[in-house]
C-alpha cells in the first residue's frame, strides 16, 4: 500500500496507536515541578471549545515562551485530557503550555477543525499573561491529526487572520504530520475533507512560504500510519522557497513512539522532547 492509503484506512489503526498514550496519562510517570494551572477555559460556545493549561510551578516564573499544543486522532477523535503527561514534559522545559479540544468528524468537516485550531490559539494568547506566558512569544506544535492542524494555522495565512491575529505565531513543530496526503481515497479522509471544492487548500505543503514562521518536523522512520515521506516534502518545500526548516527523521520510531518519547518511561528511546524543546527555546528565546 502507497503511503497515500495509509492515513486513514483505518482509523482503528489510529485509535489503537493512541490508547497506550492514554495509560501513560493515568499510570505513567509525570515531570516534577509543573502542574495544570487552568481548566475548562473556552474559546468558543460549544462544549469541545475548551482548553487547559499547564505550566512550572515555581513562584515568581513569568514572561515564559507559551506552545500550544494539538493531539492527534485522525480528525475524529481525541481528548486533551489524555495528553496532560505531555503538556507536563514541554512545561518542564520552561514553557506555558495550552492544550485545546476541538470539534471533530463527522459532526464538523473541514475547515471548522482548523477554525478551532486558530480560534483556540487566539484565545491561549489572550489569558497566557495570567498564567506566567508570554503571549509574544508562542509557538505551536501537534502529533498526527494535530500537526496538521499546527501545520496549517501556521502556514495558511488565512486561519489566523481570521481571528485577527496575524503574525501570533512565531514558530511551529510538528511531530508525525501529515502533510500531503492527496487524494482522498480512503474513508478517513474523505469523511474529513471529501466536500472541499479544491482539496489542495487541505495541504500544508500548499502553503509552504518564504515567510512563513520556522518549522520544526520531526517523524519516525517506522510509522506506518503517516510515513515520514510527508515530513521530507515539506521540509524540502519550505527549504526550496527560502523558508526556515528542518527535518529530523528517527531510526526505528513508529508513529505512537514519537508521542510517547514525553513520556519520563520512554524518554531514552529518541531525544526527540529535547530536539523540540531545543527549536522553540531558540525560536521563542
Not at 485522525?74 to 503550555?97: H, I
Not at 528542518?246 to 505512537?256: C, Q, R, V
Request: hydrophobic share 45%; charged share 20%; with cysteine.
Amino acid at each position: 500500500m502507497t503511503r497515500r492509503g495509509l492515513i486513514g484506512p483505518a482509523v482503528g489503526a489510529l485509535v489503537a496507536a493512541c490508547s497506550p498514550l492514554g495509560m501513560l496519562n493515568r499510570f505513567g510517570p509525570r515531570d516534577a515541578g509543573v502542574r495544570r494551572v487552568a481548566q475548562d477555559l473556552p474559546y468558543g460556545d460549544d462544549p469541545r471549545q475548551r482548553f487547559d493549561i499547564h505550566a512550572p510551578t515555581a513562584i515568581g516564573i513569568d514572561g515564559l515562551p507559551t506552545l500550544v499544543f494539538f493531539y492527534g486522532g485522525g480528525w475524529d477523535s481525541g481528548s486533551r485530557t489524555v495528553y496532560a503527561w505531555a503538556a507536563q514534559a514541554l512545561a518542564a522545559r520552561g514553557f506555558v503550555v495550552a492544550v485545546p479540544d476541538y470539534r471533530l468528524v463527522p459532526e464538523v468537516r473541514f475547515p471548522a477543525f482548523i477554525e478551532d485550531a486558530a480560534a483556540a490559539t487566539a484565545a491561549v494568547a489572550a489569558v497566557s499573561g495570567g498564567y506566567g506566558g508570554d503571549a509574544g512569544r508562542l509557538g505551536v506544535l501537534g502529533h498526527s491529526a494535530g500537526a496538521h492542524l499546527a501545520m496549517m494555522i501556521a502556514l495558511d495565512r488565512r486561519y489566523m487572520a481570521a481571528v485577527d491575529r496575524p503574525g501570533l505565531i512565531r514558530a511551529a513543530a510538528g511531530l508525525a504530520g501529515p502533510y500531503e496526503f492527496l487524494p482522498f481515497d480512503v474513508a478517513a479522509s474523505v469523511n474529513a475533507f471529501g466536500r472541499v471544492p479544491d482539496p489542495t487548500l487541505t495541504q500544508p505543503v500548499t502553503f509552504a512560504r518564504a515567510d512563513a514562521p520556522p518549522l520544526w518536523l520531526g517523524h519516525g522512520t517506522a510509522d506506518t500510519v503517516v510515513h515520514d515521506e510527508d515530513t521530507v516534502i515539506l521540509n524540502d518545500r519550505m527549504r526550496a522557497l527560502g523558508g526556515r526548516s528542518e527535518a529530523h527523521l528517527y531510526p526505528g520510531l513508529n508513529h505512537a513512539d514519537l508521542i510517547s518519547t514525553f513520556s519520563p518511561l520512554f524518554r531514552k528511546k529518541a531525544p526527540v522532547l529535547n530536539d523540540v524543546s531545543g527549536f522553540f527555546r531558540r525560536e521563542l528565546g
